[in-house]
């Protein structure tokens, strides 16, 4: 799973690399199984429907759709020019307020949940903590999640080392953290924290498939030509083990809902 502290902080350059390809983003970008939020009732003790809730760093709003969807009262933030249009443009009757994480434009003790999908690790902890318990009611609690890799699949490994040796990084573990390791590095120790790992799948058109790949941040700061270059191979190598051209995507959603202690 992600770190939760990102090398570039929130306005660092993959950061603001989201807005040169937010309508990309919002084409190909999976969304969450009904299970996840399933499990966000679970460990809240209590329905979504008629909960005041704020989708931080809400991108396109592909979580805050499915809050919405389930009666949430939801307000999406979010800090980038072209990830807020094309959430405009998808969701006009949401409320939209510009910032970040680590300083909400909300008011006081406001909110029941917020949520952070794909989006915790854009902030910084030491700060994005105390701004959600400020917001929150005593009683609430801040969700955050992360589609992650299935490692045990093994093109998605094969894939996952390739694109890593791509963007000059190293590839993750294959063994994920444990509960208290992922608490740690999420930045959110100190905290009562309960953890649910949620498998899935989606079926998509192999362009879908690798304009998805091409949407990342790690990508979207590399020389495009190099970027054209790996996704051309990749669909040379995807065609072999998908000749139909539709690729199955699995994916093991981390989720981490906190409640102060």
Same mark, same amino acid.
């Given at each position: ?13 993959? %950061? ?11 084409? !190909? ?5 009904? $299970?996840?939020?399933?499990?966000? &009732? ?8 008629? =909960? ?25 933030? &979010? ?9 405009? +443009?998808?969701?006009? +009757? ?24 794909? !989006? ?17 009611? /005593? ?10 890799? %299935? ?19 190293? /590839?993750? /573990? ?27 799948? +989606? ?11 091409? !949407?990342?941040? %790690? ?13 051309? =191979? @990749?669909? &040379? ?10 690729? @199955? ?8 809902? $906190?409640? +102060?202690?």
């Amino acid at each position: 799973m992600p770190t939760g502290r990102p090398a570039n902080g929130p306005a660092g350059p993959r %950061a603001r690399a989201f807005d040169s390809a937010a309508a990309r983003y919002a084409a !190909s970008r999976p969304s969450y199984p009904a $299970a996840l939020l399933d499990s966000v &009732e679970e460990l809240l003790g209590r329905p979504l429907a008629g =909960a005041r809730v704020a989708d931080v760093g809400a991108g396109t709003g592909i979580a805050t759709l499915l809050l919405g969807e389930r009666g949430a009262r939801v307000t999406a933030v &979010e800090p980038g020019d072209g990830m807020a249009a094309e959430l405009r +443009r998808a969701l006009p +009757r949401v409320p939209l307020v510009r910032g970040d994480g680590n300083a909400l434009p909300l008011a006081g003790g406001s909110h029941d949940l917020l949520t952070y999908a794909q !989006s915790w690790q854009w902030t910084d902890p030491t700060r994005s903590v105390p701004e959600a318990l400020r917001v929150l009611r /005593p009683d609430g609690a801040l969700a955050v999640w992360w589609n992650t890799t %299935a490692f045990d699949v093994p093109w998605i490994r094969a894939q996952h080392e390739r694109i890593a040796r791509h963007c000059g990084t190293s /590839p993750r /573990p294959a063994v994920r953290p444990d509960d208290g390791e992922a608490v740690r590095l999420a930045g959110l120790a100190g905290l009562r924290v309960a953890r649910r790992r949620i498998r899935w799948r +989606r079926t998509v058109a192999l362009d879908t498939h690798l304009a998805n790949l091409g !949407s990342r941040s %790690a990508f979207l700061v590399l020389d495009p030509a190099a970027n054209r270059a790996f996704l051309d =191979a @990749e669909r &040379e190598r995807l065609r072999a083990a998908f000749p139909d051209g539709t690729v @199955e995507e699995t994916y093991v959603v981390d989720l981490l809902v $906190a409640t +102060r202690p």
